[in-house]
C-alpha cells in the first residue's frame, strides 16, 4: 500500500475528505470549550445589592439639572441597569489656573457644572468582579450611562456592595 495513491491518503481519504473531518472536529472542540466556559462563569456569578457614585464633569447647567432622584440608569451599549438614582449632588466645575503672581489656585468655570451621581442597584459579580453587560464595575472605569431623558460620559469613583 502507498502512502499518496491516485489522490488519496492510503487510497482511502481524498484530501477534500481529510479538509471535512478536520473542519468537523474542530467545530465540536470549540463547542465543547465554549460551553465549558460558560458554565464555569454562571456558576460562580451572584447578584448583589451595589451603590455606584459616578462623576460627571464639565457639562452645562441645563445637563446638570436633568438627573432627578428615582430615575433608572442604564450602561449605554449593553442597556443593562446600573441602577436607580438615590442622590444627585451638583457643583461648580473648577479648574486651576494661574493668578498674576504666578500662584496656583482652582477657580470655578462660569457656565459649567459637576455631577455626582448615587446609584443604587442589583449587579452580577462574576468572579468577584461585578460587572454590566460586558464593562466591569471598578473605580476609575469609564462609563456611558443613559437614562430615558439623558446621557453623560461619566468616570466610577466609588463601589460598594450594600449589605
Not at 460551553?35 to 454562571?42: D, E, F, I, P
Not at 447647567?61 to 443593562?80: M, W
Not at 443613559?146 to 456592595?161: A, P
Request: charged share 25%.
Amino acid at each position: 500500500m502507498k502512502l499518496w495513491e491516485k489522490g488519496k491518503l492510503f487510497g482511502l481519504l481524498n484530501i477534500v475528505d481529510i479538509i471535512v473531518i478536520l473542519l468537523v472536529v474542530a467545530a465540536v472542540v470549540g463547542v465543547g470549550a465554549k460551553t465549558s466556559v460558560l458554565r464555569k462563569m454562571t456558576a460562580k456569578s451572584t447578584v448583589s445589592p451595589v451603590r455606584t457614585e459616578v462623576f460627571v464633569d464639565d457639562i452645562l447647567p441645563v445637563t446638570a439639572a436633568a438627573p432627578k432622584v428615582g430615575d433608572v440608569v442604564r450602561e449605554l451599549s449593553s442597556g443593562e441597569e446600573l441602577g436607580v438614582v438615590k442622590d444627585v449632588k451638583v457643583e461648580d466645575h473648577v479648574e486651576k489656573a494661574s493668578d498674576a503672581q504666578g500662584n496656583w489656585h482652582m477657580n470655578p468655570v462660569p457656565g459649567r457644572k459637576s455631577v455626582t451621581l448615587t446609584l443604587e442597584g442589583d449587579l452580577t459579580a462574576y468572579n468577584n468582579q461585578f460587572r454590566v453587560g460586558t464593562m466591569n464595575i471598578k473605580v476609575g472605569s469609564k462609563i456611558t450611562i443613559s437614562s430615558d431623558l439623558y446621557q453623560f460620559e461619566s468616570v466610577i469613583i466609588g463601589v460598594e456592595e450594600i449589605r
